[in-house]
């Protein structure tokens, strides 16, 4: 508040000195030395076309610190305040609306700023929407040591061939009341965020939803609540999923892409599984474990922004890259890629999964899924 406060005087000030219109515009291009400003060189309205750049100049004094590696630009849209990259002053963008931007300069332990700028994004081309395969993304916590997990699994696979192409299962393997040799970090992570401290497997939650119920081993009531889970909402996203394995198996590229019916804020989750990982379940030294996490490729529980924090603009192609190298222990043939756009809460206070698509790992790809 106290920054706003200061920045709002400064703008003041300019304004009676006849230096800055009230669009942000800085109109006198001479900086007085020790004052930083940022300026717009070209045009302040661009198409929304993702091509089509701002070049910011930031002076400091008379010194050019555009490029400089001690000043970023902050970037304001819809109430959502976010920093460029140290040193960058370009911007585009696929989401129309109207930004703000003001310049940060750090010297010797001191932060210099002073006006904003507006900049314009118009709508690129007409908006085009798609009604999505509704998919599900199913989080199974599991242990070769839980004597009911088996049944949960038994009771997804029938699901799976019952209704084939709704369910994405995710299978993190705990150490429960023994070692499981299939844990991994990420598992704890996932697990302490949803089930909580006190962990009872099985466990099976639907879409990352919050607060969670935990759901029993019985068929007939994972039925129900997919059931309830398919009928109360119609997916506002499409997911398109592709994987590249290099030539030697030792690492993997995945491409996701997402396209929003809706302007807002989306994340992507994605998680490389391996299926037919042969590994003792209780007394059963043959026992088969599939969909099993080996790594969660996005960043944290809720994934990573896409379009850096920008809310997506309705039918326009979204897309985020990710690599991993892969140990030699993993059985390539037998993996694959899943990945989840997440929007969302009524609240804002959390997301959920809207949408979901795998491939399979080596040399994979699953286009966006359409009701026909």
């Not at 700028?117 to 916590?141: D, M, R």
């Not at 969909?291 to 603009?313: M, P, Q």
Request: overall charge negative; proline content about 5%; aromatic content about 8%.
């Amino acid at each position: 508040m106290l920054k706003n406060v200061i920045r709002k005087i400064a703008q003041l000030s300019l304004l009676a000195a006849g230096v800055m219109s009230c669009s942000g515009h800085v109109e006198d291009e001479t900086v007085p030395e020790g004052v930083l400003r940022i300026f717009v060189d070209g045009e302040t309205t661009i198409p929304a076309d993702g091509r089509t750049e701002v070049v910011f100049r930031v002076m400091y004094g008379s010194t050019d610190v555009s490029s400089s590696p001690e000043m970023n630009i902050i970037r304001n849209f819809d109430g959502d305040e976010s920093r460029l990259p140290a040193g960058v002053n370009v911007f585009s963008t696929t989401t129309p609306g109207t930004y703000t931007f003001t310049a940060r300069y750090y010297d010797d332990g001191a932060v210099y700023t002073d006006n904003e700028v507006t900049v314009t994004a118009s709508p690129a081309g007409e908006i085009q929407t798609s009604q999505w395969y509704q998919k599900v993304l199913a989080f199974q916590f599991t242990s070769t040591t839980c004597i009911g997990c088996p049944d949960l699994t038994s009771a997804l696979k029938s699901i799976e061939s019952e209704k084939p192409g709704v369910l994405c299962p995710v299978a993190f393997h705990l150490d429960y009341q023994g070692s499981d040799p299939m844990t991994i970090q990420q598992s704890r992570q996932f697990a302490a965020e949803f089930i909580g401290s006190s962990i009872a497997l099985p466990a099976l939650y639907f879409n990352m939803h919050q607060p969670v119920v935990s759901m029993s081993n019985v068929k007939a009531v994972i039925d129900e609540e997919l059931d309830r889970e398919l009928d109360t909402y119609e997916p506002s996203c499409g997911v398109a999923v592709s994987s590249e394995l290099a030539e030697t198996g030792g690492s993997v590229s995945v491409s996701v892409k997402v396209k929003s019916n809706l302007q807002q804020r989306c994340r992507v989750a994605v998680f490389l599984v391996e299926d037919g990982i042969v590994a003792t379940q209780i007394d059963d030294p043959d026992y088969v474990h599939d969909n099993v996490v080996r790594t969660v490729l996005s960043e944290g529980i809720y994934g990573d922004y896409l379009n850096g924090r920008i809310a997506l603009y309705p039918g326009t192609e979204y897309e985020e890259t990710y690599s991993a190298d892969l140990p030699e222990a993993w059985n390539t043939g037998n993996m694959r890629v899943v990945a989840a756009v997440l929007v969302p809460t009524e609240d804002g206070s959390s997301y959920y999964a809207d949408n979901v698509n795998s491939c399979p790992l080596a040399a994979g790809s699953s286009d966006y899924q359409i009701v026909k």
